[in-house]
């Protein structure tokens, strides 16, 4: 009953360095999502995925990268941490284009 | 540009009472309305999904109804409780995996 894990829950960064948040899905859904939200802004689309090896830019997608070679997994990549990357970062896969959202726990991501 | 906007950002409420949150949306042209619970530093837990078909959809205390024609969306909770207390959020899916989030209303039930 796992659906959508995210990892980590936390993390401090410095600025100028990289990291991976990891999201991984166990619904067999095709459509994979990374969202941030930051405080009094609704979320916003980073890149979302419509099946392994497709991945697409969404609203905000400069700082970030996005690989998907699995169904399961859609990790996003942070280079060169700046201190507005500082957000929530929200994992969601649907089953359909128009089907429910399903999100993670968030990964919180501060940079120093 | 898609706007989706929640009014009010906050209401609070005594428990017992019933009560209707706000969805607008500026383009009438969506795939899907959906309504989320977010409770403090936890991730976002749908509670009800409308297809641009339908009018309504029901679960439990809750019923979200939607209408294309004036862009909105109302969620109504039946009976609050304490246990209400989050944030609710409405999302509007559009063509191409476009989901556009509002800012939410944190509902508070004061037991």
């Known amino acids: 009953n796992a659906g959508v894990t995210q990892t980590p829950k936390f993390r401090i960064l410095k600025i100028g360095q990289s990291m991976t948040l990891q999201c991984t899905q166990d619904?067999?859904?095709?459509?994979m999502y990374w969202y941030r939200q930051d405080p009094g802004m609704g979320l916003k689309l980073i890149y979302y995925s419509v099946g392994a090896g497709i991945t697409d830019k969404g609203e905000v997608p400069n700082g970030y990268n996005v690989s998907r070679s699995t169904t399961e997994d859609f990790p996003l990549r942070l280079e060169l941490a700046a201190p507005s990357q500082t957000s929530v970062y929200f994992c969601a896969s649907s089953q359909y284009s128009t089907g429910e959202l399903f999100f993670g726990e968030g990964s919180r991501l501060t940079v120093l | 540009k898609q706007e989706v906007t929640q009014i009010p950002a906050a209401l609070s409420v005594p428990e017992g009472e019933n009560l209707v949150l706000n969805c607008s949306f500026t383009d009438s042209a969506i795939y899907n309305l959906q309504w989320f619970r977010q409770d403090p530093g936890k991730g976002l837990t749908s509670l009800l999904l409308?297809?641009?078909?339908?009018r309504e959809q029901t679960s439990g205390r809750l019923n979200a109804s939607l209408d294309k024609s004036s862009g909105r969306s109302t969620l109504y909770i039946a009976a609050s409780q304490p246990g209400d207390s989050a944030t609710y959020l409405c999302?509007?899916?559009?063509?191409?995996?476009?989901?556009?989030f509002g800012t939410g209303t944190s509902l508070t039930v004061i037991p």
């Open positions: 999302a509007v899916g559009y063509t191409g995996n476009q989901f556009y």
């Open positions: 619904m067999n859904h095709n459509y």
């Open positions: 409308i297809q641009s078909s339908q």
